[in-house]
C-alpha cells in the first residue's frame, strides 16, 4: 500500500478516535500492544501524556508552534540563540520572493516536515513552492501522526535564515527540566529519514542504547566544546514540563535554537536494546495525574 494511502488512512482514523488510531499505529511501528491504563514504558508514558495531558496544556500548544515557541525562547532570556526570522505569512501566496535572500528556509509551522531549503533562490520552483506550502497549510498534521496538541495551533509559514546543509543537532531529552540524555544527528543529502544517529550520557559518552530506526555514525561525534553551556539553557528552557525534547544547533561555535518536541515519533521511539524502553519510562512520572 502506498505511504500517500497510508497518510490518509491514517488521518481518517485519527478523526473517528485518536486512542484507538494511536494504538493501531503504535502496534505496527512497535509490534507491541500499547498500555494505557498502567503505562511503565517511555513510549507508553509519553502515548498517554500526548492523548491526556499536552492537548489541554496552552504551554505546549504554544511552543509545539514553530511561530509563537520564539516567544518563549525570549521570555526565559535566551533570545540570542533564535535563528534570525525573515517573515511570517498566513498564506504562500503573500510571499514577496523578491524580498528573500539568495538563501533560506522555509517551513510551516503546525508540524513536522514541512521544510522547504533554498540554496539559490534564481533555482527554486516558486510556483511549485507555493503549492507545495499550501498543501501543508491545508493538512491536519495531527491526524497524520496522532498528536492532538498541533490540532490549536493557527497555521502559518515562516522563513528564517539558512545556516547550512546537514548540520549536527543535538536533542535533549528533558524531565521535568532535568536533561537525562541526548543524541547528536545529521541528515544524508537533506534527508532527516536517513539521518546518523548516537546516542550519549549527559558526560558526554556513548550511551549503551541507540534508536534501531537510524544508523548510528561510523565514528561517533565528540561531544560538543559547548555542552555545558547547552545544558543550561535546555535546562531553563524545558522548564516544568514533564517531558520535552530540546533540540539545538552549533553553526561556527555559537548555539542555535531548533525546536521544542514534546511527542517525538509521537511516542513510538524504537529503542535497543529491548529493555531500554522501560528503563527510560523511570523518568517520566505520572503520579500527579493520578497514575
Known amino acids: 500500500m502506498g505511504s500517500k494511502i497510508l497518510r490518509e488512512l491514517r488521518k481518517m482514523a485519527t478523526t473517528v478516535s485518536p486512542v484507538l488510531a494511536n494504538g493501531i499505529m503504535y502496534y505496527a511501528m512497535t509490534k507491541k500492544k500499547l498500555n494505557l491504563k498502567s503505562p511503565q514504558t517511555f513510549n507508553e508514558k509519553l502515548s498517554w501524556l500526548k492523548l491526556n495531558v499536552f492537548p489541554n496544556d496552552s504551554r505546549v500548544v504554544r511552543c509545539a508552534d514553530k511561530v509563537s515557541v520564539r516567544d518563549h525562547i525570549r521570555e526565559q532570556g535566551h533570545g540570542e540563540i533564535l535563528t534570525p526570522l525573515i517573515g511570517t505569512w498566513d498564506s504562500a501566496k503573500d510571499i514577496n520572493w523578491d524580498a528573500l535572500p539568495e538563501q533560506f528556509v522555509l517551513k510551516c509551522n503546525?508540524?513536522?516536515?514541512?521544510?522547504?531549503?533554498?540554496?539559490?533562490k534564481?533555482?527554486?520552483?516558486?510556483?511549485?513552492?507555493?503549492?507545495?506550502?499550501?498543501?501543508w497549510l491545508a493538512e491536519d498534521f495531527w491526524k497524520v501522526t496522532c498528536e492532538p496538541h498541533y490540532r490549536a495551533i493557527p497555521r502559518k509559514i515562516l522563513c528564517?535564515?539558512?545556516?547550512?546543509?546537514?548540520?549536527?543537532?543535538y536533542k535533549f531529552f528533558c524531565f521535568r527540566g532535568e536533561p537525562k540524555f541526548f543524541y547528536i544527528s545529521q541528515n544524508v543529502d537533506g534527508d532527516f529519514r536517513k539521518a546518523l544517529l548516537t546516542c550519549y550520557n549527559m558526560d558526554g559518552t556513548v550511551a549503551d542504547f541507540w534508536l534501531a530506526n537510524h544508523q548510528r555514525f561510523p565514528v561517533a561525534p565528540e561531544a560538543p566544546a559547548q555542552l555545558a553551556e547547552m545544558v543550561e539553557l535546555v535546562k531553563s528552557l524545558a522548564g516544568d514540563f514533564p517531558f520535552v525534547r530540546v533540540d539545538?544547533?552549533?553553526?561556527?561555535?555559537?548555539?542555535?535554537?531548533?525546536?521544542?518536541?514534546?511527542?517525538?515519533?509521537?511516542?513510538?521511539i524504537p529503542f535497543a536494546p529491548g529493555e531500554t524502553d522501560l528503563c527510560l519510562g523511570k523518568n517520566i512520572d505520572l503520579s500527579g495525574y493520578g497514575l
Open 160 to 169: 528564517e535564515e539558512y545556516l547550512g546543509a546537514d548540520l549536527l543537532n
Open 122 to 135: 534564481s533555482a527554486l520552483d516558486k510556483e511549485n513552492a507555493v503549492a507545495q506550502l499550501n498543501k
Open 248 to 268: 539545538l544547533f552549533v553553526v561556527a561555535g555559537k548555539v542555535y535554537f531548533s525546536e521544542l518536541t514534546f511527542t517525538p515519533l509521537s511516542g513510538m
Open 110 to 120: 503546525h508540524g513536522c516536515g514541512y521544510n522547504i531549503v533554498c540554496t539559490d
